[in-house]
C-alpha cells in the first residue's frame, strides 16, 4: 500500500504516519525529517537545506524529487510506504513515478495547528511563528492545488483532524476499509521473525550498537556473556591468555558452535514473543551456520561494526571491564582463533564507527528499518 499524508504543519501527519506504519507494517518516511537531518551535515546541501527550511521555503522541486526517489529506491519501501510532506506541488504530483494508492488529507483549521504547534513540548529549530506562518501560507497557495490534483484521480480521502488521536485513526483506517482487531490490523500479519547477529573485532562499538538496539526495546542476547560469567566465578583476570584458554575449552568439550548451542532455548524463548532479537558478539562461522540449521524459519542477518585499529584500542583500553582485553594477537585470535573471519567477510550490512554515537544511531536506525520492514 502506498499512501501520501496531506496536511498542514500541526495537523498531526507525524502522529498518524506513525500510527498507521505499525499497523501496516510499511515504512513511514518524512520529508521533513529527511531535509532536517540532511541539514544538519557540514556540506554545502545541508547548509542550503537549513537556510531554506528556517525560512519557510519550499525546497526547489528539482531538489526535493531528486531525494525522495532516492529515498523510495531503497529495500524497505518495496512492499509500500506512508509518505508525510511531499508531494507539495503539482510539478513533484506530475513528476513522482510511484503510483499512490490513497492521498490521506488531514484537514484543521489555521488557528487550531498554530495553537498546537506553539503549546507543544519540544519544539524545533525551525518551529518559530513567523516560519509557521510562512508553512501555512504556503501550503494554501502550492499544496491544495494537489490536493484538487488527486481528486480529479478519485484518490482523496478528507478526515477531521481536530478530533481525537484515536478517532483520526480509526477514521483513516474505515477509509481504506480496515478495522482493529485486538488492537492488531485485520488481514496483516508478518511472515518472518529476524535475528541481528552483530560482530566485529574487540572495540568495534558492538556492546554500543547491542544498546543502541535495546533502547529501542529490542531484546538482546549476550553470546560472549557465558565466558565473561565463568571468568568471573572462577575469580580469574580477563586477559586474553584466560579468553583464549576457556574458549578453546569449551570448544574442545562441546564443538566450536557452542555459544550458539548454550544459547539456542533462550534464543526461541525470546522469538517467541518478538520480530527482531538481536544476538551481542557472536564469533564464529560455526555458530552462525548452527543457527542457520536449527532457526529455519528466522531470518538471520549479519552486522559487522568496523572501527579503525587504533580507535578500537583506545576505546578498550578505557573500559572499566575487560579492559586488558584489546591488541593485535586479541585481533589474530578472534579473526582466526574463533573463525569470525569468515561472519565479518560475510556480513549483510557494515557500519563505520569512527565517529559519535548519534551517527551510530542514525546508521542503526537505518538497517533495523531495512530488517523490520522486509519481514
Known amino acids: 500500500m502506498k499512501l501520501v499524508l496531506i496536511g498542514i504543519q500541526g ?4 502522529t498518524q504516519g506513525n500510527l498507521l506504519s505499525r499497523l501496516f507494517h510499511i515504512p513511514y518516511l518524512s520529508t521533513g525529517h529527511i531535509f532536517r537531518k540532511i541539514a544538519k ?4 546541501l545541508g547548509r542550503y537545506v537549513k537556510e531554506t527550511i528556517n525560512s519557510g521555503v519550499l525546497v526547489p522541486d528539482d531538489k526535493t524529487i531528486e531525494i525522495v526517489n532516492s529515498y523510495l529506491s531503497r529495500p524497505e519501501y518495496k512492499k509500500g510506504y506512508i509518505l508525510d510532506g511531499f508531494p507539495r506541488t503539482i510539478n513533484q504530483a506530475d513528476a ?5 494508492d490513497k492521498v490521506i488529507y488531514l484537514k484543521i483549521p489555521d488557528k487550531e495547528a498554530l495553537w ?6 519540544q519544539q524545533r529549530d525551525d518551529e518559530t511563528l513567523p516560519a509557521i506562518k510562512k508553512r501555512i501560507e504556503m501550503f494554501h497557495k502550492h499544496t491544495k492545488l494537489v490536493i484538487e490534483y488527486y481528486k480529479k484521480q478519485e484518490k482523496v480521502v478528507v478526515i477531521d483532524a481536530t478530533q481525537l488521536i484515536e478517532q483520526v485513526n480509526k477514521d483513516i483506517l474505515e477509509s481504506l476499509g480496515k478495522k482493529l482487531v485486538k488492537n492488531k490490523l485485520e488481514g496483516v500479519s508478518l511472515k518472518y ?3 541481528i547477529a552483530i560482530v566485529g573485532l574487540p572495540g568495534a562499538g558492538k556492546t554500543m550498537a547491542a544498546d543502541i538496539f535495546k533502547n529501542k526495546n529490542l531484546p538482546v542476547i549476550s553470546f560472549g556473556k557465558i ?3 565463568y571468568i568471573d566465578k572462577q575469580k580469574l583476570p580477563h586477559t586474553e591468555k584466560v579468553h583464549k584458554k576457556v574458549r578453546e575449552e569449551m570448544r574442545s568439550k562441546f564443538g566450536i558452535d557452542v555459544l550458539a548451542k548454550m544459547n539456542e532455548e533462550k534464543l526461541k524463548q525470546t522469538l517467541e ?6 544476538i551481542d558478539g557472536m564469533r564464529s562461522w560455526e555458530e552462525y551456520l548452527y543457527l542457520k540449521a536449527k532457526l529455519t524459519k528466522v531470518k538471520i542477518f549479519i552486522l559487522c561494526i568496523w572501527a ?3 580507535i578500537r584500542y583506545q576505546r578498550s583500553a578505557k573500559r572499566k571491564y575487560r579492559s586488558q582485553l584489546f591488541g593485535e594477537q586479541r585481533d589474530i585470535n578472534e579473526l582466526i582463533g574463533t573463525n569470525m573471519g569468515p561472519t565479518i567477510a560475510f556480513a549483510d550490512f557494515l557500519i563505520k564507527n569512527n565517529f559519535s554515537v548519534e551517527d551510530m544511531t542514525d546508521k542503526l536506525e537505518g538497517i533495523y528499518r531495512e530488517v523490520y520492514f522486509s519481514l
Open 11 to 14: 495537523s498531526g501527519k507525524s
Open 41 to 44: 551535515e557540514k556540506t554545502s
Open 96 to 100: 513522482f513515478s510511484n503510483n499512490v
Open 116 to 121: 498546537r504547534l506553539v503549546n507543544r513540548h
Open 193 to 195: 521473525k529476524s535475528i
Open 227 to 229: 565466558i565473561n560469567d
Open 273 to 278: 514473543h518478538n520480530q527482531i532479537v538481536i
Open 308 to 310: 579503525e585499529k587504533q
